[in-house]
């Protein structure tokens, strides 16, 4: 007899896990309906190894290739194509190669008998938010309309994610360039112009000095400076990805002038969005906030919304649990208490998200127009400084040197 992880809610709608055994999913299934409780998926119990490798190998599909995916889907299934056939369909002729056989999986999981929802989920690559979304879909009744929402969500999150990463290419390309050539002219330029100096036997100035003996006497040091700074950068990074690291990180971030406030109206940007679009769903409230935590990249805002998802289910308004988290703005708590008040919430966290997307995107440029040519300058000074130090010796050579026969 097989044990199932079965993932189940009770009737006053608090939803966990369960492992049950049976000799399958169906059975699985059933005994917990005869219990009384509502099953949201039922799945085969892995080994940990198997569980940690399979994780491993599944990543997330977000992005252009996925929106098409929606759109396509979504206009079959509102063509009145049953969902199994426009699976089929879409398996076959799916653009993308990496969403093909994802696509495969989840169609013959649909076949075997599973919801929709289920195969999702199962596969492990799907987010979290559109899982959810179709499950809530499935138990409306209006899946079409669910995903117009989901696919709208996509859409303006998407194009955020595009116009920032847009805005932030050119200032790292700068600053690429910038330690190319310094690097070329420390590691090159600067030794071939000591072994000239040391053929003229000239007394060097100051700053040629000071170039020389760090391109050249000090340059294991300065070797070893930056590989240490390479590993630690690279261990802080595996340790930001750890859950204490993600934490204690993000509240490194929210102490930083002027980017720390960016930081958090981007992610209560998106966490506002992801909320709304599972609410106009048709998800409940309490599971709504769980999924989103689920979604939202920042490991203390996630925190935070879970927190909020336990107060909201003791009997908080959701302005009171968000609040007694600390971390979200004022603004933002006013116009969902707003919306609570008026029972309009997921058009208010709509315009809550616009709102601090508006911000971020400002924000971003104006300090983007300040970094720019502060990487220009900042780049100019150093080339400036490195080529007279080196010509600085030839040029007084020339003015000492007596003509012949003087």
Known sequence: MAEYVCKVADASGRV?????????????????????????????????????????????IQGEEFLVF??????????????????????????????????AEVRQRVRDGELLSEALEQQGSFPKVYNTTVLAGE????LPGVLEHYIAYQRVSTGLRKKLIGAIIYPIFLIVTAIAIVS??????????AKLYQDMDVVLPLPTRIMVAIAVEFRPYVIGGVVTL??????????????????ASDKIRLKLPYLGDTWVKFQISQVMRTLSTLLTGGTPLVQALATTADAATSRLIA????????????????RAALGSTGLFPELALEMVEVGEASGALPPMLVSVADL???????????????????ILVFMAIIVLFILVSLYLPIFSFGMNAKPAGG
Do not use: C, H
């Not at 369960?18 to 059975?27: K, L, R």
């Not at 390479?230 to 934490?247: D, K, N, P, Q």
């Open 230 to 247: 390479v590993v630690l950068a690279v261990a802080i990074y595996w340790w930001s990805r750890t859950e204490a690291g993600g934490v």
């Open 70 to 103: 929606n759109q396509q889907f979504n206009t079959l299934i509102k063509a009145g194509l049953p969902i199994l056939k426009a699976l089929d369909l879409l398996t076959e002729r799916a653009g993308s190669e990496k969403l093909r056989p994802m696509l």
């Open 139 to 142: 138990k409306s009744g209006d």
């Open 184 to 193: 070329y002219i420390v590691t090159y330029v600067i030794p071939q112009f």
């Open 303 to 318: 925190d935070g919304i879970r927190q909020s998802a336990q107060s909201v289910k003791e009997g908080q308004s959701l």
């Open 16 to 60: 966990f896990s369960e492992v049950e055994a049976a000799q399958s999913i169906d059975e699985a299934r059933q005994k917990l309906a005869d219990r009384g409780l509502y099953v949201y998926n039922v799945r085969a119990q892995q080994g940990i190894l198997a569980g940690v490798l399979s994780r491993q190998r599944k990543k997330v």
């Open 356 to 374: 601090f997307e508006d911000d971020v995107n400002t924000r971003v440029a104006r300090a983007i127009s300040f970094v720019e040519p502060a």
